[in-house]
């Protein structure tokens, strides 16, 4: 599962299409601490340009991304994978805050942010036929 999303181009296999998501980063994307990727994505209808850094890179265990620069005030995502059963149990935890505080959180941001791991669980279920378990932290 590491070697999937070590591929930053995986990513938009595995985002909903309503965010129309490209990673404008032109190939290859050397991954290690440090690299840095350019995305281009749509929320709610409005164009925006997010850049994520790789501050944690241990592979096969885990990465860690956070955005440089991008639609909120911190956004921190901990990849973890763990061999288990026979496959692998891969865990997002994320941390963030939304700007506008937490009446937009609660009405737009935090139900957005669920909803794209839900898709993100399902596509990787489809994409490798696995439980729909990977397991997620918000």
Same mark, same amino acid.
Request: no cysteine; hydrophobic share 35%.
């Given at each position: 599962m590491f070697p999937f999303f070590a591929d930053a181009f995986n990513l938009e296999r595995i985002t909903p299409p309503l965010l129309r998501f490209r $990673? $404008?980063?032109?190939?290859p994307i050397a991954m290690r601490e440090g690299t840095r990727i350019? %995305? *281009?994505?749509?929320i709610h209808g409005v164009p925006v340009r997010w850049q994520s850094e790789i501050t944690v890179w241990e592979p096969p265990f885990r990465f860690v991304d956070e955005q440089? *620069?991008?639609p909120y005030?911190?956004?921190?995502h901990e990849?973890?994978?763990?061999?288990r059963d026979g496959g692998t149990l891969c865990r997002d935890v =994320?941390? %963030?805050a939304a700007p506008g505080?937490?009446? =937009?959180? *609660?009405?737009? =941001?935090?139900?957005? =942010?669920?909803k794209i791991f839900? %898709?993100?669980r399902e596509a990787l279920a489809g994409l490798f036929g696995a439980p729909r378990e990977c397991g997620r932290s918000i």
């Open positions: $990673v $404008v980063t032109p190939r350019d %995305y *281009r994505l749509r440089r *620069r991008g005030q911190l956004w921190s990849h973890t994978f763990v061999e =994320v941390t %963030y505080g937490p009446l =937009v959180h *609660r009405l737009l =941001v935090g139900p957005d =942010v669920r839900a %898709y993100r």
